[in-house]
């Protein structure tokens, strides 16, 4: 037996995929580095002041909630090498609502260090 440890610095963008669109929180977080970085743009959140999370504990409390709502989640046009990733996703609310991201990872050692997100989703119909 070798007494080498071996770390996996592997970065697995279909396990990632999965853990989205099957709304596993915990398979998506054990994926951040402990100081990861999320940046958030959107109608909301615009790019002059966008919401920053900071930390596992802050990215968790995101994804758990993300989780947690009931929408469908589907990943597509990925792309990934050593140093990064980068895909889309699509996701729907049960009433028809639609939300669309797309997002850059940086990695470091298999781990996502920074995220950035730009998310744009439908607006309510005027009455």
């Given at each position: 037996?070798?007494?080498?440890?071996?770390?996996?610095?592997h970065?697995?963008?279909?396990d990632f995929?999965?853990?989205?669109?099957?709304?596993?929180?915990?398979?998506?977080?054990?994926?951040?580095?402990?100081?990861a970085r999320?940046t958030?743009?959107?109608?909301?959140?615009?790019?002059?002041?966008?919401?920053v999370?900071?930390?596992r504990?802050e990215i968790?409390?995101?994804?758990?909630?993300?989780?947690?709502?009931?929408m469908?989640?589907?990943?597509?046009?990925?792309?990934?090498?050593?140093?990064?990733?980068?895909?889309?996703?699509a996701?729907?609310?049960?009433?028809g609502t639609?939300?669309?991201?797309a997002?850059v990872?940086?990695?470091?050692?298999?781990?996502?260090?920074?995220?950035?997100?730009?998310?744009?989703?439908?607006?309510p119909?005027?009455a």
């Open positions: 037996m070798n007494a080498q440890s071996t770390t996996n610095t970065f697995d963008l279909a995929t999965r853990a989205i669109e099957e709304r596993d929180a915990s398979t998506q977080l054990a994926m951040y580095a402990t100081d999320v958030l743009t959107d109608r909301i959140s615009q790019p002059g002041s966008p919401r999370l900071r930390g504990s968790a409390a995101w994804i758990e909630d993300v989780c947690a709502r009931d469908d989640h589907r990943v597509q046009h990925t792309v990934c090498d050593q140093g990064g990733a980068a895909f889309t996703e996701c729907r609310y049960p009433d639609n939300v669309l991201c997002t990872l940086e990695l470091r050692d298999g781990q996502i260090t920074s995220q950035i997100g730009v998310q744009a989703w439908d607006e119909a005027s």
